[in-house]
């Protein structure tokens, strides 16, 4: 091959292959994008580790605006996203605030913007987004008390005796509002909990007062004299479906007004990268008259979760029994 030739191949070698590459990529079809598998630890069980929050603004019961209605269009939870950040934004007075159409007053007055941090979002659960976290029974609302229970307060707000006499989230040794659970809430901020897995057990390590639940799989439960301030929980598996039994609750951290037979049944599911399903159903015929159930989203947060260190420097409660004292010495003068 002369050398004149060769330099003419060459130069079309050079030149062509974009021109053939365009006309093969103007062709080929897109590359199908692969489908989302559960990730796996190695006993072959889903991995829920990680760090999760469940913040949302969407509230336990559902508001008077959304009556009958669980699932929001887009319209509509833009909408009243939109009026829950612009309530959020006012700072609160001496009357409290409002969030989410909800008016705080009195002693949680003292909440404003730099505590709160709910996120700015309802839950989201199958693509819409939720009007209420109760889904059961269908009007969203918590179901009627039984005669007994009605007039038995959560806790006994009026004793000042002493630091023991004042509620446990108040003493910071349990996260308010449910948070740490069983049933595992979202409350007003610090809503981050960091799971870590084993065969035999799983840790949910609570950001609010650093709580710790320990799970146990296949167990059993303690004997009905022992009780513990988050209950006796034990797991199981129903296919890839994280199943958790609670019992064995003290009187001291009584959810919503319940007895010390509370029991609570929780399904964690991880339905997709970012996301695992929680739904709880909370059964205590000594307070209700019949189950409920709730169900909302854990969502991946990148974490870290910092310590919350309530107690120490807690002058607060100082404050709450010296104003007691205060109080009945002025009572006694009169």
Not at 191 to 211: F, G, K, L, R, S
Request: glycine letters at 8%; aromatic letters at 8%.
């Amino acid at each position: 091959m002369n050398c004149r030739l060769f330099a003419s191949l060459l130069a079309t070698a050079l030149i062509a292959p974009p021109a053939l590459l365009l006309a093969q990529t103007a062709g080929a079809k897109p590359a199908a994008k692969k489908a989302w598998t559960v990730p796996r630890t190695s006993d072959g069980r889903p991995d829920l580790q990680g760090v999760w929050t469940n913040a949302t603004i969407t509230r336990m019961e559902r508001l008077p605006q959304f009556n009958g209605k669980l699932d929001l269009t887009d319209e509509e939870a833009a909408k009243f996203e939109h009026q829950d950040q612009e309530e959020s934004a006012e700072q609160p007075g001496k009357d409290g605030v409002t969030l989410g159409g909800v008016k705080f007053s009195g002693a949680n007055a003292g909440y404003n913007i730099l505590f709160i941090d709910r996120g700015n979002e309802l839950a989201r659960v199958d693509g819409k987004k939720r009007s209420s976290l109760i889904i059961d029974p269908p009007d969203g609302k918590v179901p009627a008390r039984v005669t007994a229970a009605k007039g038995r307060p959560a806790f006994d707000f009026g004793n000042f005796d002493s630091v023991k006499g004042r509620p446990v989230s108040e003493r910071c040794l349990v996260g308010f509002g449910s948070t740490s659970g069983p049933p595992m809430m979202p409350v007003l901020y610090n809503n981050n909990y960091q799971i870590v897995q084993t065969p035999d057990a799983i840790m949910m390590m609570v950001e609010m007062v650093h709580d710790v639940r320990v799970i146990r799989i296949n167990g059993t439960h303690q004997p009905p004299q022992v009780r513990l301030w988050l209950g006796d929980s034990i797991g199981h598996w129903e296919g890839d479906t994280l199943v958790v039994d609670t019992t064995n609750f003290t009187n001291k951290t009584r959810f919503y007004g319940s007895s010390e037979n509370l029991h609570v049944i929780e399904r964690f599911q991880r339905v997709d990268q970012n996301t695992i399903l929680y739904r709880v159903t909370i059964d205590d015929p000594a307070t209700w008259t019949k189950q409920w159930t709730m169900e909302y989203p854990f969502v991946a947060t990148a974490g870290p979760i910092y310590e919350y260190a309530c107690h120490e420097g807690n002058y607060a409660m100082e404050d709450i029994l010296g104003g007691a004292r205060k109080t009945e010495k002025e009572g006694a003068k009169q």
